[in-house]
């Protein structure tokens, strides 16, 4: 049975890192990125780093339709 291994990089530092080569980008857009690399990371958990990040003034989310968000960084 395969060990799991413990990321170096964690899932707010990554989610940045899209934000900032990529520029903005739809909610579901980024939760794919994400979880090409952290595929164990649910919904739940990308909302929460993404409340996280705007509380901390590091992102801003806005509503663009039912059910979808744009998501963008804050310079």
């Known amino acids: 049975m395969p060990a799991k291994t413990w990321k170096t990089r964690p899932a707010y530092f990554f989610l ?31 909302n929460e780093l993404l409340m996280r990040l705007e509380i901390s003034g590091k992102t801003r989310t806005t509503s663009m339709a039912r059910g979808k968000r744009h998501v963008e960084l804050v310079t």
């Open 16 to 46: 940045l890192e899209i934000l900032q080569k990529k520029g903005s980008m739809s909610d579901a857009d980024l939760f794919e990125a994400l979880n090409a690399e952290y595929p164990d990371l649910g919904l739940k958990d990308f």
